[in-house]
């Protein structure tokens, strides 16, 4: 299945606002992740820390069971002071 990423902060400075990347069936936060470090490598340390967002909501571990209209986030770790 291929997925749009909407991506923030220093991804989206490297990689553009979205990217679109193919994913299993049975997709992960980690397997996305790791789609996303692959076709990519040169965000990898960042994609590593980032969370995944699925409509607006934060995942965890287990099956995401995407689908084509859902809104998928990568958001980097903030930082600043």
């Known amino acids: 299945m ?9 991804l989206a400075d490297q990689l553009g606002p979205t990217i679109d990347v193919e994913v299993p069936a049975d ?8 789609v996303v470090a692959a076709q990519y490598p040169e ?4 994609t590593s820390n980032a969370r ?18 859902d809104e998928i986030a990568l958001i980097p770790p903030a930082s600043g002071g």
Do not use: D, R, Y
């Open 52 to 69: 995944l967002a699925v409509n607006q909501e934060f995942v965890s571990a287990g099956p995401l069971q995407l689908t084509a209209t």
């Open 43 to 46: 965000v990898q340390q960042v």
């Open 27 to 34: 997709a992960t936060e980690a397997s996305v992740k790791t």
């Open 2 to 10: 291929t997925i749009t990423i909407h991506l923030f902060a220093m």
